[in-house]
């Protein structure tokens, strides 16, 4: 049954990209090609995917997105190695995944490693930390403790308003998370203020 979900999540779509190259090369211009070779191949499966794990997000099948986010994560820590900034999203992704299976203790696994990370990069941008606030935001809610989502996703909403400007599409989510907090909260004139600011 393992086998079945990770052909039908995202086997099926990188197999082609999994057929290894050729391992002699005569010559160091050869191995430069085969090495870019190599690198294109990975990128396209990370790219194919986190774009479907995504998918199966968008369509609420958590259970089908995570062989395609557990892949995205194996082939950009192979890239970018595992304590790279670029591993963040796949962890977030993964995250979000777990939560929606109710399995909260791995989920909340792949967002310590994300802050983790973040924590370590001094030079983090903003529109990173805020999407690891997002993460944060939503998992507390599914925790129930509304108080410590509503302190994530509002630094969300100031990481995401500094990296991409106040009027950015990009600030609407920690803005609309934030108005169904207050509206399980009926805190009614809140929540319309915030919906109507998304």
């Given amino acids: ?5 990770d052909w039908n999540s ?19 211009r050869d191995r430069k090609h085969g090495k870019e070779q190599l690198l294109r191949r990975q990128k396209s499966i990370v790219e194919v995917a986190f774009s479907t794990a995504q998918g199966f997000l968008w369509e609420g099948k958590a259970l089908e997105a ?35 299976t109710g399995n ?11 802050e983790w990370i973040v924590l370590q990069t001094p030079d983090c941008p903003a529109a990173v930390q805020s999407s690891l606030h997002r993460g944060l935001g939503l ?13 994530h996703l509002a630094t969300d909403v100031y990481l995401a ?18 108005a169904n907090i207050f509206l399980r909260q009926n805190k009614m004139d809140v929540a319309n203020s915030l919906y109507a600011e998304v």
């Fill in 139 to 151: 998992f507390c809610v599914a925790q129930g403790n509304l108080d410590q989502a509503l302190y």
């Fill in 104 to 114: 909260l203790r791995q989920a909340s696994k792949y967002l310590s490693e994300a």
């Fill in 66 to 100: 995570l062989p395609a986010a557990l892949q995205a994560l194996r082939f950009s820590a192979h890239m970018f190695g595992w304590s790279s900034v670029q591993l963040v999203p796949v962890y977030l992704l993964l995250a979000e995944a777990s939560t929606g």
């Fill in 1 to 5: 049954s393992h086998q079945g979900a």
């Fill in 10 to 28: 995202i086997h099926e779509k990188i197999c082609p990209l999994l057929s290894p190259p050729q391992s002699c090369f005569h010559s160091e």
């Fill in 161 to 178: 308003t500094s990296a991409f400007g106040v009027d950015a599409i990009e600030v609407s989510g920690g803005y609309f998370h934030m």
